[in-house]
């Protein structure tokens, strides 16, 4: 069974960084794509950015393109993102999950794909705020 870890969240002030891990137990990284989701209180959970296990392809939601940088480590099992600029608008509570199939594309995981969003496994989130 896949089970996902996040880690490194806290509070941070605007304009700072913060690191978040995701160790994944259960199956190795190369069979998965994996993404960092968000969701703010009163918000729609977004796609933040997304890598594949394997090539190491990524995906990067606009807002967060030049300040995040998601990368993976397949020996730990385990995939970062590196937040950089934080601002404000990035408070949420932050998600990994995993997704695996023909349809697993980088950009369909990010997106929450319809046809894929019902087979991810999620960890449990950990908080993120950046005060101003």
């Known amino acids: 069974q896949l089970h996902l870890v996040e880690s490194g969240g806290g509070l941070v002030q605007s304009g700072g960084s913060l690191n978040l891990s995701c160790a994944v137990s259960?199956?190795?990284?190369?069979?998965?794509?994996i993404g960092w989701f968000r969701q703010a209180p009163g918000k729609e959970r977004e796609g933040v950015a997304c890598i594949t296990g394997s090539l190491g392809d990524t995906y990067y939601t606009d807002s967060v393109k030049g300040r995040f940088t998601i990368s993976k480590d397949n020996a730990k099992n385990t995939v970062y993102l590196r937040m950089n600029n934080l601002e404000s608008d990035d408070t949420a509570v932050y998600y990994c999950?995993?997704?695996?199939?023909?349809?697993?594309?980088?950009?369909?995981?990010?997106?929450?794909?319809?046809?894929?969003?019902?087979?991810?496994?999620w960890g449990q989130g950990t908080q993120v705020t950046v005060s101003s």
């Open positions: 259960g199956f190795g990284l190369e069979y998965y794509a």
């Open positions: 999950a995993a997704a695996r199939g023909p349809g697993a594309t980088v950009q369909a995981v990010c997106l929450q794909a319809e046809s894929i969003v019902s087979y991810y496994s």
